[in-house]
C-alpha cells in the first residue's frame, strides 16, 4: 500500500500519530542531514587537501632528485679533465674519472657519450646497451634535459643529460647521470610523504606500495589524459576500500610520457566518521518518535472520538440515507459547527434528490415515448446511452450497445462517423444499414452537441434516429411510377402523331391496305392510352377513398365481349390468338359491368404484354359453388414464388430486362380492389416450366357482395401508402 492511500485509509488518531512521528523526524532530518553533509564534505576536503599535500611533497621531492642530477651531470659535464680527454681522443682515464664520481654519488648511471650515440666512457650501464647509447634514452646532442626514460620491457631511469663542449664551442658528446626508478623508490617517496605510492610505466603499476594494487589496470581513457600530460584524479576500488589516486606524468627525453608517479589516499576513515554520524542521527530520530508516540495516541483519541461519528453519519448519506438526521451535539466548538453544516447539506440533498429523481423520471418517460430513437456518445463515439426507441429501430438490446462504438453498433465502416456533428456539417445525416435481425432500415441521423454547463465535464454528442424505411420506399415507387408513366403515354402518343402525320401528308398517295393499317394502329395507341387511364383514374379514386362500384344484375358474356372488343387490335398486333372456354349457361352475376370488364381488360393486357409473339391466351370459367371462378392463363415465361405475394400491390411488376414489358405498376392492383369490392377474391398460380394463370371468384348472389364501396384493404385509411396520394394525382 503506497503511503498516501495509508494515510487516506487509516483512522485519524493514527494518522496524528504518524503526522506527529513525521514532524519531529522531519524537523531531526533538517538539522542532521545538513550536519551530516557538511561532515562528509568536510572530510572530503581534508581527504583532499591531504592528498594535495601528499602530491606537493611528491612533486617536491622528484623536482630536488632531478636538481640534483642535472647539477652533478653539469659539474662532470664543465670538468677540465673530461675535456682534455675528449680533445685527446685518450678516453681510457675518462672511466676512471667517473667511477670516482659513481662510488661517492652512490647513482646508478654515469655514461659520457659521443653526439652519434657511441659510449665513449662509463663508469656504470646495463650490459646490454654495448657500446651504443639506445636512442629512447637520450635527448639531442645540443640539449640539456632532464627526463625519465625507458626501453620496451626495461626498467625506468631519471636521467639528466648535459652536452660537453670543446674548446672551440662544438659539441662533443653528452655527459648522463641517473638514477632507477624502482621499488626503493617509491617507497623512499612513501616514507617521506605517509602516502602509498606506485610507479606506472606505460600504463601498468610497475612498482608499489600498495601492493593489492599493483595487478589493477589502468583505465585507457585515464592513461590516455596523463600520456597527453595531464594530471588525473581517479579512484580504485580495492575489495572493500576505496582509493583516492593521483596520477602525475614524467616527460621523457622529448617531451613524450610513457612513466607516471601514483599517490594513493584510502577514504576507509572518512567512510568510518560518515558512519558514526549517520548512526547518531537515526539514534535521534527513534528516540524521539518514541517520546512523541505517547502523546500523539492521547490527542488523537480526543480529536477522532467525534469525527468517527460524524464519518459514520457521513458514510450514511454517502450510502443514499438521507432520512437519518446528523448527531449535532460533538466535542469541540468547530466539530459542532461541521456538524450543523453537515445535517443542513443532508436536508439540501433529500430536497434535492427528490426533485432529481422526480425529472429524471419525467424525461426517462418523455424520452421512452418517442417513436424516434435517442443515442448519447461521449468523445470517444462510444454509445453512453439507449433509448427504448433506438432498442426497437435498431433491433439491439441496450446492454449490446452501452460501450461500442457508435459505428460498430450501425455497423458501418471506420471513420464514417467521424465528421457527425462538427461545427461545418450539415448535422443531418442518411444512412442504411442491415439490423442484427436482417432487416434492412433505413435511417435519418440528427447529430447535435449537448450543452453541458459545467465546461470541464466530458462532452457527449446526441443523435436522433428516426426510421424512414417506408417513406425512402414511396419516394421510390413515386420516382419509379412517374418515370414509367411518362414512357406509358410517350410510346403510343408517339405513335399516334407518326400515324396521323402520316395520313394527313400521304392520305392520297396511300393504299386502302395502308390505310386501313394505319386507322388500325391509331385504334390501338388509343385503346392502350384509353386502359392507361381508366386505370390512372381507378388509382386516384381508389387512394382518394372516392371508389365504388355499382352492382347490378348483368351477364359475365357481356364483360367478356367488351373486354374481347378493347383486347382485339392489340391483339393482332403482337399475332396472339384469344382462346375462350366459357360455358354457353353460366348464371348471371350481380356485379358492375364497367368494372369487371376492366378487370379482364388488364388482365388480358398482362397476359399479350408478358407472353411471346405467337402464343394463345386463354380465357376459361366455371362455377364452383356459389362462385364463379375465372382464368386468364398466358404462355409466358412465369413468375418467381417470391415475387407472387406483392404481385396484387401497388406500383409492383415482376422483374424484366425488357422496356417494352413495363408498366406503372396499378393494373394488377386495381383488379384485386375491384374483385374485392364484388366480394371476391384473386390469385395466381404458376408453372416452373413457364406459363401463369391468375384467377377470380366472384359470388353468384347479390347478398355477398358486402363490400360495394370499394374499400379494398390497401385502399383503406391508415396504410403506408396513403402518404403517397397527399403528393401524387394519380
Avoid at 471506420?414 to 445525416?429: L, M, N, V
Avoid at 396511300?510 to 390512372?536: A, F, K, W, Y
Avoid at 374481347?564 to 354457353?584: A, V
Wanted: glycine share 8%.
Amino acid at each position: 500500500m503506497r503511503l498516501y492511500e495509508w494515510m487516506f485509509r487509516t483512522r485519524l488518531s493514527e494518522r496524528l500519530m504518524f503526522s506527529f512521528w513525521a514532524v519531529v523526524i522531519a524537523m531531526l532530518l533538517l538539522v542532521g542531514v545538513p550536519d551530516l553533509f557538511l561532515v562528509r564534505q568536510e572530510l572530503h576536503h581534508q581527504s583532499r587537501a591531504r592528498l594535495d599535500q601528499g602530491a606537493r611533497a611528491s612533486r617536491a621531492l622528484y623536482r630536488d632528485r632531478q636538481e640534483a642530477l642535472a647539477d652533478l651531470a653539469a659539474l662532470l659535464a664543465s670538468r677540465p679533465a673530461v675535456n682534455e680527454a675528449l680533445e685527446r681522443g685518450d678516453f681510457v682515464p675518462l672511466g676512471d674519472y667517473l667511477s670516482e664520481f659513481y662510488a661517492a654519488a652512490n647513482l646508478d648511471l654515469f655514461v659520457l657519450v659521443a653526439p652519434d650515440g657511441e659510449i665513449i666512457a662509463r663508469s656504470s650501464a646495463p650490459t646490454t646497451w654495448g657500446n651504443t647509447m639506445p636512442p629512447g634514452l637520450r635527448p639531442l646532442p645540443a640539449r640539456r634535459a632532464t627526463y625519465v626514460a625507458n626501453l620496451p620491457g626495461g626498467p625506468a631511469w631519471l636521467i639528466a643529460a648535459v652536452p660537453v663542449f670543446t674548446r672551440d664551442g662544438t659539441v662533443a658528446g653528452q655527459m648522463l647521470v641517473g638514477m632507477l626508478l624502482d621499488q626503493r623508490w617509491v617507497e623512499r617517496l612513501a616514507e617521506e610523504t605517509g602516502l602509498d605510492h606506485s610507479l606506472i610505466l606505460d600504463g601498468q603499476r610497475l612498482a608499489t606500495t600498495a601492493s593489492d594494487t599493483l595487478a589493477l589496470p589502468i583505465p585507457a581513457d585515464v592513461w590516455g589524459r596523463v600520456s597527453r600530460g595531464q594530471a588525473v584524479e581517479t579512484t580504485i576500488e580495492r575489495g572493500t576500500t576505496l582509493m583516492i589516486s593521483r596520477l602525475v606524468p614524467l616527460p621523457g627525453p622529448n617531451n613524450e610520457v610513457h612513466a607516471a608517479y601514483e599517490v594513493l589516499l584510502p577514504t576507509s576513515a572518512v567512510r568510518a566518521a560518515i558512519v558514526r554520524v549517520f548512526v547518531l542521527l537515526i539514534s535521534n530520530a527513534l528516540l524521539a518518535a518514541l517520546v512523541t508516540a505517547g502523546f500523539a495516541r492521547w490527542l488523537g483519541h480526543r480529536v477522532a472520538a467525534p469525527m468517527e461519528r460524524l464519518s459514520t453519519a457521513a458514510v450514511a448519506m454517502g450510502h443514499g440515507d438521507l432520512t437519518t438526521p446528523v448527531p449535532t451535539e460533538l466535542g469541540p466548538i468547530e466539530v459542532g459547527r461541521l456538524a450543523n453544516s453537515l445535517e443542513e447539506m443532508r436536508a439540501r440533498l433529500a430536497a434535492a434528490t427528490d426533485q432529481l429523481r422526480a425529472e429524471k423520471a419525467r424525461s426517462e418517460s418523455l424520452i421512452a415515448s418517442l417513436h424516434e430513437g435517442v443515442v448519447t456518445v461521449d468523445e470517444e463515439r462510444r454509445v453512453t446511452s439507449f433509448s427504448p426507441g433506438a432498442e426497437l429501430i435498431l433491433g439491439l438490446p441496450r446492454q449490446q450497445a452501452i460501450g461500442h462504438l457508435w459505428r460498430e453498433v450501425l455497423d458501418l465502416p471506420e471513420g464514417s462517423t467521424r465528421r457527425w456533428g462538427e461545427p461545418d456539417d450539415s448535422k443531418r445525416h442518411k444512412v442504411s444499414i442491415v439490423t442484427p435481425g436482417g432487416r434492412e432500415v433505413t435511417l435519418a441521423i440528427t447529430t447535435a452537441w449537448l450543452r453541458i454547463p459545467d465546461e470541464s465535464a466530458p462532452r457527449e454528442q446526441v443523435h436522433v434516429l428516426r426510421d424512414i424505411t417506408e417513406e425512402e420506399e414511396i419516394s421510390r415507387l413515386k420516382a419509379y411510377f412517374l418515370a414509367n408513366i411518362s414512357h406509358e403515354f410517350q410510346t403510343p402518343l408517339a405513335a399516334l402523331a407518326a400515324s396521323i402525320e402520316l395520313l394527313r401528308l400521304q392520305f392520297k398517295t396511300l393504299s386502302p391496305q395502308d390505310r386501313n393499317e394505319l386507322m388500325l394502329s391509331i385504334q390501338r395507341g388509343t385503346r392502350r392510352l384509353e386502359n392507361l387511364v381508366d386505370n390512372l383514374l381507378e388509382g386516384a379514386s381508389i387512394q382518394a377513398g372516392h371508389f365504388r362500384v355499382h352492382p347490378a344484375p348483368m351477364a359475365f358474356s357481356e364483360a367478356v365481349d367488351e373486354a374481347l372488343l378493347f383486347m382485339e387490335p392489340l391483339l393482332q398486333m403482337r399475332s396472339q390468338r384469344l382462346e375462350l372456354k366459357i360455358p354457353t349457361s353460366l348464371p348471371d352475376l350481380h356485379g358492375d359491368a364497367r368494372r369487371l370488364t376492366q378487370v379482364l381488360v388488364n388482365l388480358l393486357s398482362n397476359a399479350s404484354k408478358y407472353s411471346p409473339l405467337g402464343s394463345t391466351i386463354t380465357v376459361g370459367a366455371a362455377v364452383e359453388g356459389d362462385a364463379l371462378r375465372v382464368t386468364v392463363s398466358d404462355e409466358g415465361g412465369g413468375i418467381p414464388n417470391e415475387a407472387r405475394e406483392a404481385l396484387f400491390t401497388r406500383f409492383t411488376q415482376v422483374a424484366t430486362n425488357d422496356p417494352r414489358r413495363r408498366g406503372v405498376g396499378l393494373g394488377l392492383w386495381i383488379v384485386r380492389t375491384i374483385v374485392e369490392a364484388h366480394g371476391g377474391h384473386v390469385g395466381v398460380q404458376s408453372a416452373p416450366a413457364g406459363g401463369t394463370s391468375f384467377w377470380l371468384t366472384l359470388p353468384l348472389t347479390s347478398a355477398s357482395t358486402g363490400n360495394a364501396d370499394g374499400e379494398s384493404a390497401e385502399s383503406q385509411p391508415g396504410r403506408a401508402m396513403e402518404q403517397v396520394a397527399a403528393d401524387d394525382p394519380f
